[in-house]
């Protein structure tokens, strides 16, 4: 089973600051099956990046996805308000889990 | 425009099975693998299974003992049912598509309450 670690746990910034979330794994994630979700309150997940580094449908450029093995990361270029929110990373193998999130909320 | 709703109770006792069906829309549930995952109130997602439309399934090992999801293809439904509920297993219960068994998910349903509890 792979377990999947993000830091930091809160990450308090302003608009327009970059936000860089880390996710880890205890093993090596095949073919970087990472993917990344966004979910606000009161509201399901949304996905973001799938395969590592690929952007979903309709999601802005603002948004990239890097990483391979055991260490991911998502950026936020500039964050706009609607980006505080909490994001899940997921590696979905022949075994899928999440990772515990990080909140991403307004400094 | 693929939708998916998850429909059944909200209140489930102690000990009993925890039953939900998420009904598509918009797309072809024999096209596609369907998931459940779960989120207990303010705590990280929870993966429990997926199936695809000939009846193969891949459970989360820690669930698996308890965990049994089926699809009906006539009603373009899948379900999942749980069993020997605890209140360990109070959560927002979310199904969802993806394109295969290695692909993320990439449509949601809006997410139902289940509290177990007496």
């Known amino acids: 089973e792979i377990v999947l670690t993000q830091s930091p746990g809160t990450l308090s910034l302003s608009p327009g600051e970059r936000a860089t979330l880390s996710c880890r794994a205890s093993q090596s994630v095949s073919s970087s099956y990472l993917a990344w979700y966004q979910q606000k309150p009161g509201q399901a997940p949304g996905l973001l990046i799938y395969g590592a580094s690929s952007r979903a449908t309709g999601i802005p450029d603002r948004f990239s996805g890097s990483g391979s093995g055991t260490d991911f990361t998502l950026t936020i270029s500039r964050l706009e308000p609607e980006d505080f929110a909490v994001y899940y990373c997921q590696q979905y193998g022949s075994s899928p889990s999440f990772g515990p999130g990080t909140k991403v909320d307004i400094k | 425009q693929v939708q998916l709703q998850e429909s059944g109770p909200g209140l489930v006792k102690p000990s009993e099975t925890l039953s939900l069906t998420c009904t598509v829309s918009g797309a072809s549930i024999s096209s596609y693998y369907w998931s459940w995952i779960r989120q207990p109130p303010g705590k990280a997602l929870e993966w429990i299974g997926y199936?695809?439309?000939?009846?193969?399934?891949n459970y989360n090992p820690s669930l698996k003992s308890r965990v049994t999801i089926s699809v009906d293809t006539s009603k373009n439904q899948f379900s999942l049912k749980l069993s020997s509920v605890t209140a360990a297993d109070t959560a927002v219960y979310y199904c969802?598509?993806?394109?295969?068994?290695?692909?993320?998910?990439?449509?949601w349903g809006q997410g139902t309450l289940v509290t177990v509890s007496s």
């Open positions: 969802a598509r993806q394109r295969g068994a290695t692909t993320a998910l990439m449509d």
């Open positions: 199936i695809y439309y000939s009846g193969s399934t």
